[in-house]
């Protein structure tokens, strides 16, 4: 029998209960044999060239969007739409960590049936349990409850969508059941659901998300679209995986798009009308979402005003066995708005990379003379983290590669444009040349085109963000190179990332070059990294 002819949709993957204490669920863990199958499936690609070692990729066959991060109880859990290789239907997959970095499997979290599949959604924790709210493909909008110390039992309310995908009576709903999530306000829920309505002057559909409000989690009243003045997202754009929390004293919508990637809107929730009016927006992903780019994101409140997120990431080329991975976490501050309201998200680092570093080097007061590629002989790894302050001076461009080969054959290409970018007309204060520099953004880009030599790469066209930079601030870097994933932390204000797939051994040089005109190294720092999983 096909998927499309099946009914019952029980899953094929063995199903456990665990004990409600947290001694007793680690005693159960240490001989349950779902668990001991996945820690044996993830020793089968411990020689794989491309697979990371210190980003989080799940035990067995692939992977897609992150689901409900969140912190109970002491402990940070990640879930992830996963596909076991006997019913590869999506289920919840689950891990746990104490610091956001070290990664420990968990047995898969929520089945399927009656929904066909579980696709994403998001988690909302209360003083006594962890809400689960998720699209259940053919259904609905599930809602699944769970309150034992590991989160390893979940509950279905219900058993039966609690928002279905369908009329009782199969007349057109004015919405799009989809990936939803879940926020509480006085004495009630809410919950954003992805989706689109056509655009009103072109008729293609763009995105909406469509706000629910129920008063026990069972019981759901559609209200309306829930974001206004979004002059921001491309036609076309979905709205999926979305994400709603306070940032700083404004909100933040994190979603996917299937055109473009991972993006951000900006604002204000207007609680008296329950409309999110949105100010601006912040891409994480600089493209089409693939090959090779920044997927769908996973985001919950840090506790200080902040959020953490974590985004899936494409791959660009077969693997076997498995495909795509995690991005480290990102954590995400406002830093305020200014006199003329602009908003500047703050985008570094989360959980306790540091932790990973190991056979540290140094090196300072290194000039780059102009046109002439220098490459750091004491610098090498595919697994490593560096971090350098720049001073660009006037050199138009200034580029550090990783993951060289000895004879160039093979480079991953990151590059700076000092105020290349476009022209700020909030910051425009007359025409002289330095008032107009001072107003410019500047870029930086990730460069695959000569990342790989294998036959079944797929480059991804250069990769570049704006980044605002002071007239004499320093560039700062903070750069992870994980096997097949590079990711760029610039100045603690952005952060571009892709997938590259070496092809050779020894491609795992660094070099630095300055364009046209000296610049000047102030500090270099590398580390070799650590194996999450050993």
């Keep these: 029998m096909s998927a499309a002819e099946r009914t019952d949709y029980t899953s094929l993957v063995p199903q456990y209960s665990f004990s409600e204490t947290l001694a007793e669920q680690e005693a159960e863990l240490e001989t349950n044999p779902l668990l001991q199958r996945l820690l044996a ?159 009103k002057a072109s008729g293609r559909r763009t995105r909406a998300n469509f706000l629910f409000r129920s008063p026990d989690l069972v019981n759901w009243d559609y209200l309306h679209p829930f974001v206004e003045d979004d002059r921001f997202t491309l036609v076309g754009d979905d709205g999926a995986c979305p994400y709603f929390w306070p940032i700083g004293d404004r909100h933040i919508l994190l979603f996917y798009s299937h055109m473009s990637g991972g993006q951000a809107l900006l604002g204000d929730y207007d609680t008296e009308r329950d409309k999110f009016v949105v100010t601006s927006q912040h891409d994480f992903n600089f493209g089409a979402f693939g090959p090779g780019g920044v997927h769908a994101p996973s985001a919950t409140p840090d506790g200080e005003g902040g959020i953490y997120v974590i985004f899936n990431m494409n791959p660009a080329k077969p693997t076997e066995g498995w495909n795509q991975i995690m991005t480290l976490p990102r954590r995400l501050t406002l830093q305020g708005t200014d006199n003329i309201g602009r908003d500047t998200l703050l985008v570094e680092p989360a959980g306790d990379v540091e932790s990973l570093r190991r056979e540290h080097r140094q090196m300072a007061d290194l000039t780059l003379p102009a046109n002439q590629e220098i490459v750091l002989g004491s610098v090498r790894g595919n697994a490593i983290e560096l971090m350098a302050e720049i001073e660009t001076n006037d050199a138009p461009m200034v580029e550090l590669n990783v993951l060289r080969s000895p004879g160039r054959e093979e480079f991953t290409r990151i590059a700076f444009y000092r105020e290349r970018g476009f022209r700020s007309w909030d910051r425009y204060q007359g025409w002289q040349r330095d008032k107009l520099a001072a107003a410019t953004y500047s870029l930086i880009t990730i460069d695959s085109s000569y990342a790989s030599s294998l036959p079944d790469v797929r480059s991804r066209a250069p990769e570049t963000a704006p980044v605002f930079l002071e007239r004499d601030e320093p560039l700062r870097l903070r750069i992870f190179v994980d096997r097949s994933v590079v990711e760029v932390f610039v100045n603690g204000r952005q952060c571009v990332a892709m997938r590259v797939y070496p092809g050779r051994e020894d491609s795992v040089g660094v070099s630095l070059r300055s364009q046209g005109q000296d610049a000047r190294v102030a500090s270099l720092e590398a580390w070799q990294m650590e194996d999450i999983y050993r």
């Design 41 to 199: 499936y993830r020793s089968r690609y411990e020689g794989d060239p491309h697979r990371p070692i210190y980003h989080y990729v799940n035990p067995e066959n692939t992977l897609n969007d992150p689901n409900g991060l969140c912190f109970w109880q002491g402990r940070w859990h990640l879930f992830y739409q996963a596909y076991p290789p006997e019913d590869p239907r999506q289920h919840w997959g689950h891990a746990v960590s104490d610091d956001m970095i070290h990664w420990r499997d968990l047995p898969y979290a929520i089945y399927p049936n009656p929904e066909e599949c579980c696709f994403s959604g998001a988690a909302l924790v209360e003083e006594d349990r962890v809400i689960a709210i998720y699209h259940g493909t053919k259904v609905g909008n599930m809602v699944a409850v769970s309150h034992d110390p590991l989160l390893l039992n979940w509950e279905k309310l219900t058993g039966a969508p609690v928002i279905p995908i369908a009329s009782a009576d199969g007349s057109p709903l004015p919405y799009r059941v989809f990936d939803p999530c879940i926020w509480k306000k006085g004495d009630h829920y809410y919950a954003l659901s992805g989706g689109t309505l056509p655009h």
